[in-house]
């Protein structure tokens, strides 16, 4: 099977410029279950059209002894009316890659010394041009968890612009697209990830472009995640690390059977460890994908996950 010719896909660029805006809001959730923010706190009073440039994360967790870092095993999936950014939830720190991690000793916004925000940011791939009296709604799920009872907080936030009101709208409108590969989550919470050697293999809807347009993907991120009861941890470096970790490889090839990663390659080296992340550039066609193959040759002492995205846009009809 021969590739299809490549489209030509351009960003579509804002000429006039806007007045910032920021819109937040929060929801709070127990283990296993899922919750939409105020979508209101989210819209524009105004009801003027939008665009979003950055989605940033907030987590708040009261109880980090019996949980750990959240933003590896909690999912959130975003919808603007009929249109999805992703065809399935995508944990939290899969969609960008920059990370930081705080101790809270006293906050103004969650009483308790004990608390640990997480914060991650996404600079999506392209504007996203939100029509007026339309919303970007996340809807936010927490994995199962065996020992945590307390309810932890998460706070989104949109970075944008308004609108001009002399800018001419555009016929298509640029929408970012992310799809992921990752266990269970629910399982992995409950040590049900194996110990031992182990080979990952992504499947037909995992890093794929399952849409009928073509998908420009930007990147690649990889992350890798461990639990040592009773909460969860991302791994820095996936190499020899005190006899926790042995070392990762992953090998990737395209739809037409063609290396990407030819030879068994450290998950360090393939996504580079500051960032987590591989920049990538490339039009995936509807329904190609690339087939990922993660395993270990030594036997970790504690279960863990590794965790790849793809991310990248797409345009759909506007008008």
């Known amino acids: 099977m021969r590739p299809l010719p490549q489209p030509q896909m351009k960003p579509w660029a804002y000429s ?30 105004f009801r003027e059209p ?21 933003s590896g095993t909690t999912t959130c999936r975003f919808r603007m009316g009929r249109v999805e950014l992703s065809p399935k939830d995508i944990p939290i720190s899969l969609y960008g890659t920059s990370m930081q991690q705080y101790s809270i000793e006293s906050s103004s916004v969650i009483d308790n010394p ?38 932890v907080t998460y706070q989104i936030a949109y970075a944008g612009r308004y ?27 409950a040590a049900g990830a194996p110990t031992g050697e182990v080979v990952y293999s992504t499947g037909e809807l995992d890093l794929a472009n399952l849409l009928d347009v073509p998908v420009r993907v930007q990147r690649f991120v990889g992350r ?7 909460g969860t941890s991302e791994l820095a470096d996936v190499g020899a690390n005190g006899g926790f970790v042995g070392p990762y490889f992953v090998e990737m090839k395209d739809s037409y059977g063609r290396d990407v990663v030819k030879d068994p390659t ?20 509807p329904r190609e994908r690339y087939l990922m193959k993660i395993y270990n040759t030594a036997l970790p002492l504690v279960p863990q996950m590794p965790m790849v995205s793809i991310v990248g846009w797409r345009e759909e009809v506007f008008k």
Do not use: C
């Open 16 to 45: 006039k410029p806007t007045t910032p805006i920021l819109l937040s809001s929060s929801v709070s959730l127990l283990q296993g279950r899922s919750g939409t923010p105020d979508v209101a706190a989210l819209s524009n009073v």
């Open 50 to 70: 939008l665009i979003i440039d950055e989605v940033r994360f907030a987590i708040y967790n009261p109880d980090p002894l019996n949980s750990g870092d959240l």
């Open 114 to 151: 004990d608390t640990v925000v997480t914060y991650r940011h996404w600079k999506l791939p392209v504007p996203l041009f939100i029509p007026a009296g339309s919303t970007l709604v996340p809807t936010f799920r927490r994995a199962q968890h065996p020992t945590s009872t307390t309810a």
């Open 163 to 189: 609108v001009n009101p002399s800018e001419p709208l555009p016929p298509r409108i640029q929408v970012p697209y992310v799809n992921a590969f990752y266990p269970n989550l629910d399982q992995f919470y």
């Open 224 to 230: 890798m995640y461990q639990y040592q009861s009773p």
């Open 266 to 285: 450290t998950f360090s080296t393939v996504f580079e460890i500051e960032r987590r992340n591989w920049t990538y550039s490339k039009i995936l066609g």
